[in-house]
């Protein structure tokens, strides 16, 4: 779907839901593929097939990553299909399949599936939306065994849920903690939206979230009969994605689905009503937590098209027009005294019954109206004078680039990429054709992509704005009400405009760094396949070379500096490292970059990690010489633009314009100050700090590590070994000479731990049934491999307790989270977690129940069981670490300057193994029990615990 305003399509998406264009289908019609209606070739690496009780399935062998499998079970009805007194229940149907079934008995699917190696929420999950519901099982091996336990599972949750009432009741605290969490002022916002841009349609009545009377009252057979009426095979389909023989997957899915029995298809429910003609209409939604956004926009009746060859190339030409004047939009937002933040134009469905145009423009507080002007004259000048060469040559460069990427790689996708190809299909109708052959119609259409075709094509789609709806969001009225914003909006829309003045394109000016280096040192570590050199300069290069993914090169260059250059006197001297891509080159800024490298697979950006400044992303073997100029040409001559401090300035506006308007939010904000007796590295300044900050500052603190400090730089991938090398000698390699090692900086890596283990009560400004509760406790740094894998193994533990006695056992919270980290960078620093978001009500039973949990681990013999169900998933996982480029990275990064991380690597699984059921009870009662953690509970403010 093209864009949508963020009051509609993304607002719908805040929500957990997604409006998804399906064909209309009566009762008793047959389902079919829409690839049989379409002139598109399907990809062959796809199996269809339909039993003959109607369950739909969709098989592709895939061996990315090798010795893994994707298994979901589809449903196609949502929340849309509930009854009045079922909203809600669709969700909570979803969480009753977690909860009992014919052959697994309720609290026993979870613990199977971890004893198979699959983590509850990473690998074993399931999501409700409008249309769909989907269950997913991430398989770790290619075992036609767990295979069929999956396949079994799937069947189970097709029919044979039990639904037993006290395990309904049981959930209940569960739902409604889902609910509560998700109910943010981002939720109220969209939910407003909802109402004033599409009143009394039926998908606002019908959010997954459900009703809170409906979820608490809603009985066991509330819920079974959504169950039987929508869980039918001719509503459904079973999808395997992954290194498995497709005749054996065909067999096993006939073996456990045959028996599944037909059923009538159940009705089907739009969206809508939604009036086309609704119009002229104004709305003001305020709080203090949202930043200054207007929306204008226009909807029209929409007309189904099939996916076809001659709808993609329309498709093609209104995305370039869009895309053109979204284009435009971001050179203003990037710019030095930029009218807004950000602003987007685009049209999208409202699932087959609407189409939505929207102007979207977002402002510091205060500004909207000159953003207003500015966005709308931007908008009127493209729909008047048209677009040019260069810019419609851009767009078709970035796309094209992005096709040639996809075909060259056709071979090596991953099983995800697949089957959200082959989900696209069942719930968009959009047909999964090769790379190649979607590159090979685009060549084919190029000549035909023309600036006058793409403005009939913007113009047939697009709804045009005038007397549209508008709609305001933010923390204080506009100037003048609803009458002062369509006022802004008739005089915008009717001033007179000028045509645009159109840049013209330059030539990256960077390729020159000096002489080529020489390679002085060149060794290879045996275990990984490693090739380690170092420049005369000084410069480190890592290369692994693999075609896992093929055409594709990961890079992470690190530098020396980070974080570590922050002091209790300076403690924000990097805060501005990240925004320096903003401030563009020397010779270039940001946005004539973007023109520049159209087209082209290089990135620009920078980070501050502990010990390094850091910049890493994806290229290609055709573009690597680019990439690593664009990387010499970072560190040589950044260009420290005034539009990047005002950019900056305006982030900070808005971050602290919002410090707490979740629990979530607010304990971020405080924790790091709690934690560290407020070290003023690890607490957030007041406003003033920020905003004092500038590019001059910056400049000051990185100017001699971007001259002299070392550099590490890693690359893995589809790469030629020689040409790489002198790629980097004549660009980095060239550079002046740099040190020779990362300092070390131990004065600077010392960090404490807090004595002060008392509850620390937070507030925030969300929803008053809203709470959090986090208990942390000191552990140590990573440099003892097992107590680092004792650690670990501790962490899954107590994940597991928690959960069985926060969620199963107390319904208390939806989601409780347990985690560990040991310093690889603080000596004999380290932190253990757990954090539940429950109602206001149920804080100090949540606290007592973890410490509860905790102390059995600790003082109790731990069943064998539960050992092996929290390490199986670690091994598991560790198994499937060199099966992509970001898992080989994690590897090469940092191989010459911190080489121990390879060595711990190879010793990881075996120290892991080795833990004992008698080494976490005492692990438990060393780090947890024996020392008193720091609670921090976050409650509304003017509650009693506030007080």
Same mark, same amino acid.
């Given at each position: 779907?093209?864009?949508?305003?963020?009051?509609?399509?993304?607002?719908?998406?805040?929500?957990?839901?997604?409006?998804?264009?399906?064909?209309?289908?009566?009762?008793?019609?047959?389902?079919?593929?829409?690839?049989?209606?379409?002139?598109?070739?399907?990809?062959?690496?796809?199996?269809?097939?339909?039993?003959?009780?109607?369950?739909?399935?969709?098989?592709?062998?895939?061996?990315?990553?090798?010795?893994?499998?994707?298994?979901?079970?589809?449903?196609?009805?949502?929340?849309?299909?509930?009854?009045?007194?079922?909203?809600?229940?669709?969700?909570?149907?979803?969480?009753?399949?977690?909860?009992g079934s014919a052959k697994v008995p309720e609290g026993e699917m979870v613990k199977l599936l971890?004893?198979?190696?699959?983590?509850?929420?990473?690998?074993?999950?399931?999501?409700?939306?409008?249309?769909?519901?989907?269950?997913?099982?991430?398989?770790?091996?290619?075992?036609?065994?767990?295979?069929?336990?999956?396949?079994?599972?799937?069947?189970?949750?097709?029919?044979?849920?039990?639904?037993?009432?006290?395990?309904?009741?049981?959930?209940?605290?569960?739902?409604?903690?889902?609910?509560?969490?998700?109910?943010?002022?981002?939720?109220?916002?969209?939910?407003?939206?909802?109402?004033?841009?599409?009143?009394?349609?039926?998908?606002?009545?019908?959010?997954?979230?459900?009703?809170?009377?409906?979820?608490?009252?809603?009985?066991?057979?509330?819920?079974?009969?959504?169950?039987?009426?929508?869980?039918?095979?001719?509503?459904?389909?079973?999808?395997?994605?992954?290194?498995?023989?497709?005749?054996?997957?065909?067999?096993?899915?006939?073996?456990?689905?045959?028996?599944?029995?037909?059923?009538?298809?159940?009705?089907?429910?739009?969206g809508g009503p939604i009036d086309p003609s609704r119009a002229g209409l104004t709305d003001i939604?305020?709080?203090?937590?949202?930043?200054?956004?207007?929306?204008?926009?226009?909807?029209?009746?929409?007309?189904?098209?099939?996916?076809?060859?001659?709808?993609?190339?329309?498709?093609?030409?209104?995305?370039?027009?869009?895309?053109?004047?979204?284009?435009?939009?971001?050179?203003?937002?990037?710019?030095?005294?930029?009218?807004?933040?950000?602003?987007?134009?685009?049209?999208?469905?409202?699932?087959?019954?609407?189409?939505?145009?929207?102007?979207?423009?977002?402002?510091?507080?205060?500004?909207?109206?000159?953003?207003?002007?500015?966005?709308?004259?931007?908008?009127?000048?493209?729909?008047?004078?048209?677009?040019?060469?260069?810019?419609?040559?851009?767009?078709?460069?970035?796309?094209?680039?992005?096709?040639?990427?996809?075909?060259?790689?056709?071979?090596?996708?991953?099983?995800?990429?697949?089957?959200?190809?082959?989900?696209?299909?069942?719930?968009?109708?959009?047909?999964?054709?090769?790379?190649?052959?979607?590159?090979?119609?685009?060549?084919?259409?190029?000549?035909?992509?023309?600036?006058?075709?793409?403005?009939?094509?913007?113009?047939?789609?697009?709804?045009?704005?005038?007397?549209?709806?508008?709609?305001?969001?933010?923390?204080?009225?506009?100037?003048?009400?609803?009458?002062?914003?369509?006022?802004?909006?008739?005089?915008?829309?009717?001033?007179?405009?000028?045509?645009?003045?159109?840049?013209?394109?330059?030539?990256?000016?960077?390729?020159?760094?000096?002489?080529?280096?020489?390679?002085?040192?060149?060794?290879?570590?045996?275990?990984?396949?490693?090739?380690?050199?170092?420049?005369?300069?000084?410069?480190?290069?890592?290369?692994?070379?693999?075609?896992?993914?093929?055409?594709?090169?990961?890079?992470?260059?690190?530098?020396?500096?980070?974080?570590?250059?922050?002091?209790?006197?300076?403690?924000?001297?990097?805060?501005?490292?990240?925004?320096?891509?903003?401030?563009?080159?020397?010779?270039?800024?940001?946005?004539?970059?973007?023109?520049?490298?159209?087209?082209?697979?290089?990135?620009?950006?920078?980070?501050?990690?502990?010990?390094?400044?850091?910049?890493?992303?994806?290229?290609?073997?055709?573009?690597?010489?680019?990439?690593?100029? %664009?990387?010499?040409? $970072? +560190?040589?001559?950044?260009?420290?633009?005034?539009?990047? *401090? #005002? =950019?900056?300035?305006?982030? /900070? &506006?808005?971050?602290?314009?919002?410090?707490?308007?979740?629990?979530?939010?607010?304990?971020?904000?405080?924790?790091?100050?709690?934690?560290?007796?407020?070290?003023?590295?690890?607490?957030?300044?007041?406003?003033?700090?920020?905003?004092?900050?500038?590019?001059?500052?910056?400049?000051?603190?990185?100017?001699?590590? %971007?001259?002299?400090? $070392? +550099?590490?730089?890693?690359?893995?991938?589809?790469?030629? *070994? #020689? =040409?790489?090398?002198?790629? /980097? &000698?004549?660009?980095?390699?060239?550079?002046?000479?740099?040190?020779?090692?990362?300092?070390?900086?131990?004065?600077?890596?010392?960090?404490?731990?807090?004595?002060?283990?008392?509850?620390?009560?937070?507030?925030?400004?969300?929803?008053?049934?809203?709470?959090?509760?986090?208990?942390?406790?000191?552990?140590?740094?990573?440099?003892?491999?097992?107590?680092?894998?004792?650690?670990?193994?501790?962490?899954?533990?107590?994940?597991?307790?928690?959960?069985?006695?926060?969620?199963?056992?107390?319904?208390?919270?939806?989601?409780?989270?347990?985690?560990?980290?040991?310093?690889?960078?603080?000596?004999?620093?380290?932190?253990?977690?757990?954090?539940?978001?429950?109602d206001m009500g149920d804080i100090d039973e949540t606290v007592a129940a973890i410490e509860k949990?905790?102390?059995?681990?600790?003082?109790?013999?731990?069943?064998?069981?539960?050992?092996?169900?929290?390490?199986?998933?670690?091994?598991?996982?560790?198994?499937?670490?060199?099966?992509?480029?970001?898992?080989?990275?994690?590897?090469?990064?940092?191989?010459?300057?911190?080489?121990?991380?390879?060595?711990?690597?190879?010793?990881?699984?075996?120290?892991?193994?080795?833990?004992?059921?008698?080494?976490?009870?005492?692990?438990?009662?060393?780090?947890?029990?024996?020392?008193?953690?720091?609670?921090?509970?976050?409650?509304?403010?003017?509650?009693?615990?506030?007080?």
């Amino acid at each position: 779907m093209r864009f949508l305003h963020a009051a509609g399509f993304a607002c719908l998406l805040a929500l957990g839901v997604s409006p998804i264009a399906v064909a209309a289908q009566e009762p008793g019609d047959a389902v079919e593929w829409a690839y049989e209606a379409s002139d598109i070739p399907v990809d062959p690496v796809y199996r269809f097939g339909t039993l003959d009780n109607g369950l739909r399935y969709v098989i592709a062998q895939n061996d990315r990553p090798e010795g893994t499998a994707l298994v979901r079970l589809w449903i196609d009805s949502g929340s849309l299909a509930e009854r009045d007194n079922q909203r809600g229940l669709a969700h909570f149907l979803e969480h009753m399949a977690f909860n009992g079934s014919a052959k697994v008995p309720e609290g026993e699917m979870v613990k199977l599936l971890e004893r198979e190696g699959l983590r509850f929420g990473a690998d074993n999950n399931a999501s409700t939306g409008l249309e769909t519901t989907l269950y997913k099982l991430d398989l770790p091996r290619n075992d036609p065994a767990l295979l069929d336990t999956a396949l079994m599972l799937m069947r189970e949750t097709a029919s044979e849920l039990t639904i037993d009432p006290e395990a309904v009741d049981r959930e209940r605290g569960v739902i409604l903690s889902e609910r509560r969490v998700r109910r943010t002022y981002a939720f109220k916002n969209a939910e407003d939206a909802i109402e004033f841009f599409t009143p009394d349609a039926r998908y606002g009545e019908r959010l997954p979230v459900g009703l809170p009377e409906i979820i608490e009252g809603g009985t066991a057979q509330d819920i079974r009969d959504y169950y039987e009426r929508e869980y039918v095979p001719g509503n459904a389909a079973i999808l395997v994605v992954g290194d498995f023989d497709p005749d054996a997957v065909e067999a096993a899915i006939r073996r456990h689905f045959a028996s599944w029995k037909a059923g009538s298809l159940p009705e089907e429910f739009g969206g809508g009503p939604i009036d086309p003609s609704r119009a002229g209409l104004t709305d003001i939604y305020l709080d203090e937590a949202l930043s200054e956004q207007v929306t204008i926009s226009r909807l029209r009746a929409a007309i189904k098209t099939p996916d076809t060859a001659a709808e993609r190339r329309q498709n093609l030409l209104r995305t370039i027009g869009y895309a053109i004047v979204n284009r435009r939009l971001e050179a203003l937002a990037r710019g030095e005294d930029a009218p807004f933040k950000s602003a987007g134009y685009g049209t999208g469905d409202f699932f087959d019954i609407a189409k939505s145009t929207n102007l979207v423009i977002d402002s510091a507080d205060g500004e909207w109206q000159g953003g207003l002007e500015t966005a709308v004259t931007v908008l009127r000048q493209a729909l008047t004078y048209g677009f040019g060469e260069a810019e419609v040559a851009e767009q078709v460069a970035k796309i094209r680039s992005s096709q040639i990427n996809a075909a060259e790689a056709q071979d090596t996708r991953s099983n995800a990429a697949l089957l959200g190809a082959a989900l696209a299909m069942l719930e968009e109708g959009q047909i999964p054709s090769t790379p190649a052959s979607s590159l090979a119609r685009l060549e084919a259409f190029a000549p035909y992509i023309t600036p006058a075709a793409v403005l009939a094509a913007l113009k047939s789609d697009a709804a045009a704005l005038d007397n549209p709806l508008i709609r305001f969001e933010g923390r204080k009225a506009p100037e003048g009400g609803a009458q002062g914003l369509r006022a802004a909006f008739d005089a915008a829309w009717s001033a007179p405009v000028a045509k645009p003045v159109l840049r013209d394109s330059v030539d990256f000016g960077y390729s020159d760094f000096g002489t080529p280096g020489a390679v002085v040192s060149d060794t290879t570590d045996e275990r990984f396949g490693l090739r380690l050199l170092r420049f005369d300069n000084g410069v480190m290069l890592t290369l692994k070379k693999t075609d896992i993914e093929k055409d594709r090169i990961r890079y992470r260059l690190s530098l020396d500096g980070g974080t570590l250059l922050n002091t209790r006197e300076d403690p924000l001297a990097t805060a501005m490292v990240a925004t320096l891509p903003i401030g563009g080159l020397g010779l270039h800024s940001q946005d004539e970059l973007e023109t520049i490298l159209a087209g082209r697979t290089v990135q620009f950006s920078l980070s501050a990690a502990t010990d390094a400044f850091v910049m890493g992303g994806t290229t290609t073997p055709r573009d690597l010489d680019l990439q690593l100029d %664009l990387l010499a040409a $970072a +560190i040589t001559d950044p260009g420290y633009r005034p539009e990047g *401090e #005002q =950019r900056y300035a305006k982030s /900070v &506006a808005e971050f602290f314009a919002n410090l707490d308007g979740t629990p979530g939010r607010a304990l971020s904000v405080k924790q790091g100050g709690l934690l560290s007796d407020f070290d003023p590295r690890f607490t957030l300044q007041d406003a003033k700090a920020y905003e004092a900050l500038s590019f001059e500052r910056l400049r000051a603190v990185i100017s001699d590590r %971007l001259a002299s400090g $070392a +550099i590490e730089l890693a690359l893995v991938g589809d790469f030629d *070994e #020689q =040409r790489a090398i002198d790629l /980097v &000698a004549r660009t980095l390699g060239a550079l002046p000479d740099r040190e020779t090692e990362f300092q070390p900086r131990e004065e600077a890596r010392v960090r404490s731990f807090t004595g002060n283990r008392t509850r620390h009560v937070i507030t925030h400004s969300g929803e008053p049934d809203q709470a959090l509760v986090q208990l942390v406790w000191p552990t140590t740094d990573d440099s003892d491999l097992t107590t680092a894998a004792q650690l670990r193994m501790l962490d899954r533990a107590v994940e597991i307790v928690v959960q069985e006695e926060l969620r199963e056992n107390l319904g208390k919270t939806y989601s409780p989270s347990v985690g560990a980290s040991s310093s690889s960078e603080y000596p004999d620093y380290g932190l253990f977690y757990v954090t539940a978001e429950v109602d206001m009500g149920d804080i100090d039973e949540t606290v007592a129940a973890i410490e509860k949990a905790i102390t059995k681990l600790a003082e109790e013999p731990i069943d064998p069981d539960l050992i092996d169900r929290a390490r199986r998933p670690l091994l598991e996982a560790f198994d499937n670490r060199l099966k992509s480029l970001a898992s080989w990275m994690a590897v090469a990064d940092r191989a010459q300057t911190e080489p121990e991380r390879l060595e711990r690597f190879d010793a990881w699984p075996g120290a892991v193994s080795a833990v004992t059921a008698p080494q976490v009870s005492a692990a438990a009662r060393k780090w947890l029990v024996d020392s008193r953690p720091v609670e921090i509970v976050v409650v509304p403010a003017g509650s009693p615990l506030a007080r």
